[in-house]
């Protein structure tokens, strides 16, 4: 049964101090950065996460991929406990469990060339030997869509979309089971992340990945993902399949995230389909009670700063942290007729 | 803010006394014996316990460090009866070397050092900022090679051999200038002016050329600034944008550095003192080396410490009032 | 009155001179700009669209940087001008606002400073009172609340959106004929990015002035633009209205970019459409149309001559492609049904 779930985070947390602390100092800050997150992500598929800046999604990918340890909770990929491994087994673990940046050019190290980059941790992890390196690394940059004669080039001699391919295939030379991409598309022009996202679903097909794939950008999101989590302040707020995320959205937040995405079609402009978020997002440091997101929201009661919302089944199959969940179905995004 | 400078203030006060116990420990851990030079050749060995018991070093390490630590706010009295001669607070110690207050050496020499470190450090900053100003002005232009020229001489030159270069030349072959001999400028202010030209320009000059980095780099990163582009879009002259945009930037990390550069020379301007034969505190410790005069060492020491600590606490201050960033959270 | 041209670009090129060799940013970009209306240019990065907007302000290095044709302003060709002249109509005739609004602020003054700043140099005569009045009201039109107290605050204390409005209220508070927006909501989240073109929207209907809306995103374009140029390689490679460009493509690189938009937008999983290959380097364009290494629809023409922009179908729209009138017609419907 655990064989099916490639990924899963237990009530992850992650408090950071901030301000000055000591003899004579204020008192500290707490940034509630991540606050009790949980997800499963079966093997094989896509999970992703979207939400806006502040929202915790890129401190839950160092989290999960333990590049920053967790203030409490626990991740368990292929049914091992990684939160407190080390030594060799640490080393595995981050062989199996790989992440995609941002930015792939200051991801890579500008003195090493692409064969080195994507060849050096495959002889370390002991994936190929020496003599056999070269054809291992070429056939990954194929697989990748860069030209295997590139490979004594260095990062600078190849474009954003180039770059994002290196960091993909330097992310598939330990042969991971599971990739955590950290908006790996929202530096490239629209056309070359078409080509990226279909690159990266390809490579889902044939090699059976999993990926946890975070992301600003609702369209991108909603095309890769099989399930979409929508962070606010930290947490969860709504959870499910990406079709019912996204026709059926269950939480006031999900529903405005979605409403304010400016639509490619100029004949649907000014429908009054747009719900405007007042104010901005609260700070972190001290969020607000109850539900987070009920300063921002027009159905908020005092039952939402009294009581926090757990996250939890609607009947309609949608899991969401709403004491007042939305009921209508929208119809957003649509392509133009 | 008033908070932060109430601690800022505490943490420097923690910072000397450890600066102070260290300094002292140091010195004091030197294998060679103060009490055997308190006497020179006619030392017998009764002469020197005497001294080792009127100096009080005949007490533990910890003792003297205390009786050195208590000296600095009440005074020190040394020796008994007749022979018994004190030191008045702040007392920083007596030196065996030249039979007097450390404290009194100090105030004897520091004017010379101030003198020297205040007018070296208003030309090099007016020189630097300056020049750097006009190479960022003229990047790629033959004012901004210069500018890359005079830095890397400035850089990379030290100062005893300009130093003697520009004597030689200018005093002993020119003969523009007499051989410097120093006199206090309430005394003979046309000496010395003299006197203090020539080592002026020598600290100013050398010192001035990071300076000229320093601004030139600033200004042009500055004016690769977006709100840089969004001053010029309002409309504004180009001094407004200079001033109030590009300088007020490149101007931060030019006043931390200047304010900790500021301290180091009042600790003691050694090789432009030595060079100039100037009699500085610089000079002064060079000569506590060689005599092995521990207390003067201990006392230039916690001098030039206490000026880079409160250099570094006003640095931070003003850095507060030229980052709003920093000012208010 | 409200429908006069304020702005009218003629043949504008920039040459800019680097140590690996000139680099065209922009060739021969014309365009007219009535007010009230806003234009959208769209590109991918290197396109020269930014590059087109700083020109309009005379923003370029003039030392490295060579700019050609003219730019018209209420009567004055900023490329040729004086400096006094320009800096006359640099922000109170044509203003702009800037993609991240954190480093488009000084850091080191108030905002109702920068406010105030932008309008005295305009209106020499006023005293600082007034324009602190001015600048008051002119916060409260672009709805940053409890203005009285925010005036005096920095911009370090304000959120990414606030900040947006902070540099739209210094860009409109002389009340300019054109904006120039480069990417103003690209560096803000969806929701904060639908309140300032909301509130970019109503402040252009209050004060009638001309917006250029420099993009990478169609979805802006769609919602907020009138007419569009797209631009590819320093070129105009199609101008249309916003509708024509979403119903009737006319160019090879535009129906790439609705391709991958449009399916990237559909529910359906499958692969998406792209553009095969990446943008050009400015320094070293592909000689003829600079688009045909990655269009599928290139022929030997298109590899030796470069195209002119010609008027093409019912909507008004301009293309610069070689293919028959007949052929980008049919293609572009079938791509916009998509």
Known sequence: MSNDIALQAIDLVKHFSTGSSGVLGRATNIVQAVDGVSFTLPRGKTLGIVGESGCGKSTLARLVTRLIEPSSGSVVLDGVDITNLSGKALREMRRKLQIIFQDPYSSLNPRHSIGQIIGDPMRIQGIVTRPNEKAEVQDLMQRVGLNPEHYNRYPHEFSGGQRQRIGIARALSLQPSVIVADEPVSALDVSIQAQILNLLENLQKDLGLSYVFIAHDLSVVRHIADQVAVMYLGKIVEVGAAVTVYSNPAHPYTKALLSAVPVANPSMRGLGRRIRLVGDVPSPIDPPSGCRFRTRCWKATDLCAAVEPPLQADGAGRVVACHFPEETPVTIGQSPV | ?329 | MSNEVVLSVKNLSVVFHTPDGDVAAVSDVSFDLRSGETLGIVGESGSGKSVTASSIMRLNNSVTASTSGSILISGVDVLTADEIEVRRVRGSEVAMIFQDPLSALNPYYTVGKQIAEAYLVHHPHVSKSEARAVTLEMLKKVGIPNPEKRIDEFPHQFSGGMRQRIVIAIALINNPKVLIADEPTTALDVTVQAQILDLMKELQAEFNMAIVLITHDLGVIAEAAKDVLVMYGGRVVERSTVEALFSEPTHPYAWGLLGAVNSLSSSGRGALATIAGSPPSLIALPSGCSFNPRCAYASDVCRTEVPLLRSIGLQGSVTACHLPDVEILSIGHGVASR
């Not at chain 2, 003969?175 to 320009?201: A, G, K």
């Not at chain 2, 606490?313 to 000012?327: N, S």
Request: aromatic share 12%; charged share 15%; glycine share 8%.
């Open chain 2, 1 to 329: 803010m008033f908070l932060f400078i109430v601690r800022r203030i505490f943490f420097a006060m923690v910072l000397l006394l450890a600066v102070s116990f260290f300094t002292y420990m140091l010195f004091a851990m030197l294998p060679s014996d103060p009490a055997a030079l308190t006497c020179g050749k006619n030392c017998k060995p009764d002469v020197i316990a005497a001294n080792r018991i009127r100096l009080g070093y005949d007490k533990s390490l910890l003792e003297q460090y205390w009786l050195f630590l208590k000296g600095i706010f009440a005074g020190r009295d040394y020796g008994t009866g007749a022979a018994a001669f004190s030191c008045g607070a702040p007392s920083l110690g007596y030196s065996f070397g030249q039979h007097e207050c450390v404290t009194t050496l100090i105030a004897q020499t520091f004017p010379v050092t101030a003198y020297l470190s205040i007018g070296a450090f208003m030309l090099w900053m007016l020189i630097g900022i300056s020049t750097g100003a006009i190479a960022a002005l003229n990047k790629g232009k033959w004012q901004d090679r210069a500018a890359s020229i005079f830095t890397s001489i400035g850089v990379s030159l030290p100062t005893f051999y300009i130093g003697l270069l520009v004597l030689f030349s200018v005093v002993i072959w020119l003969r523009i200038l007499p051989f410097p001999s120093y006199e206090s400028p309430f005394d003979d202010f046309p000496v010395f002016l003299r006197t203090m030209i020539l080592p002026w320009l020598v600290l100013a000059v050398l010192s001035a050329a990071s300076y000229t980095r320093l601004t030139r780099n600033g200004m042009l990163e500055a004016m690769n600034e977006d709100f840089v582009r969004l001053g010029v879009a309002k409309g504004l002259t180009r001094r407004i944008i200079l001033r109030r945009y590009v300088m007020r930037q490149a101007l931060v990390p030019i006043v931390t550095i200047a304010g900790l550069d500021f301290a180091g020379l009042l600790g003691g301007a050694i090789i432009t003192e030595s060079v100039f034969s100037l009699p500085g505190m610089g000079k002064m410790s060079i000569r506590a080396v060689v005599e092995s005069d521990l207390p003067v060492l201990v006392g230039t020491t916690m001098v030039a410490a206490v000026f880079i600590v409160i250099a570094n606490v006003l640095v931070d201050i003003a850095y507060g009032y030229l980052d709003p960033r920093v000012r208010v959270k």
